[in-house]
């Protein structure tokens, strides 16, 4: 059999090259794909030929990655649970990368590294069988039942290259998007994350930092005025929100199989950027369209957490929110210091605003106006306490 891999040159992927060679007779090809991973990818494709593989692929896709999936996410206010999905957005299309490479490779088996307790299987799984249901799916990992302890005790007898900080046995996923970072001593929800976990989000700088960020139909072109393609701008801000130690969440996860989970995350950009749109769109959307998208927008992040992002609802909500999305443009302002990231301005040529009607000071509006309406507000309420006072 010819199998094709996930690869990311983790101890997992890495003890799944072996595993499908002894265990599944399995031919192995290696796929890496690039969503902006922190390893360098030349040592990754070295490893994974030392381990013998018949051929190995790495695949740059951070700009589709930043342009299909993360601006996506950016005008649905992906959230699930306060997680910015930065891990859930990048699977499936990496699994979508992988089958390609499969069909190309002329092979009859896929593989993931993810475990049976997990979100990513899921992830993976969906696009795998969805996009080329003729093939066999393995999963070693979870086939075999492997603790992490079973996969260190696996390398180990087979000269499988250990990472050096093995006895800080954290599971560590990055891309773009975020940095997570689990298990361990993580595992106890009570337990304080050692400032040493975190790479991104450093806390050195100590004087406020105000910037400019520009959205053009609902996603980020400039930052402070100064015009980027997504992937830099994005790294951008994850470079600048992380120096300020923004972005780090702590929380407890309900996960796809219904167990709870203890994450910590790193989303500098992420977490800034949102929050930016959120208000852009607060400035410009109507009250109406705001509380619906609310529910769109939960919905949408809720399949992607789940993994379906080739779910046909899916489209179909992105059609709507990118119909929304036509008028988001315009500026916020961000401050950023000591770990918080505040809004303190916006503006807009589509703002729904006005200051004559807002205003205090202004008679644009007749106050007198109001009596009328006032008189019906609560009629219903009013009725009721009749009928409750009636006997
Ligand atoms: N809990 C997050 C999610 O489901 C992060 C998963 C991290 N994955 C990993 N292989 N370390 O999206």
Known sequence: MKAVLSYSGGLDTSVCVKLLKEKYNCDVITVTVDVGLEDDLKEVEEKARGLGVLNHHTIDAREEFVK???????????????????????????????????????????????TGKGNDQFRFEAVFRSKAPEMKIIAPIRELNLTRKDSIEYARKNNIPIPVD??????????????SIEGGDLEDPDFTPPEEIFLWTKTKKTSPEVISLDFEKGVPIAIDGD??????????????????GVGRIDMIEDRILGIKARENYECPAAMAILMAHKHLEHLVLTRNELRFKEAVDSRWSELIYRGLWTEPLREDLDAFIDRTQKRVTGHVRLRLH???????????????????????DDKTIDQRDAEGMLRYHSIQAGMYEKTINRD
Not at 227 to 244: C, F, Q, T, W, Y
Request: charged letters at 25%; one cysteine or more.
């Open 166 to 179: 093995i006895d800080r046995p954290y599971s560590i996923d990055d891309n773009l998007w975020g940095r």
């Open 68 to 114: 299909e999936y993360v601006f996506r996410a950016i005008k649905a206010n992906a959230s699930y649970e306060g997680y910015p999905l930065s891990t859930a957005l990048a699977r499936p299309i990496i699994a979508m990368k992988v089958v390609e490479i499969a069909k190309k490779e002329g092979a009859n088996a896929i593989s993931h590294g993810a």
């Open 227 to 244: 015009r980027s393609g997504p992937v830099d701008l994005v790294m951008k801000m994850n470079e600048i929100a992380g120096s300020h």
């Open 338 to 360: 000591n770990m918080s990231c505040n809004v303190i301005g916006r503006g807009s040529r589509h703002a729904l605003y006005s200051k004559d009607a807002a205003s205090f």
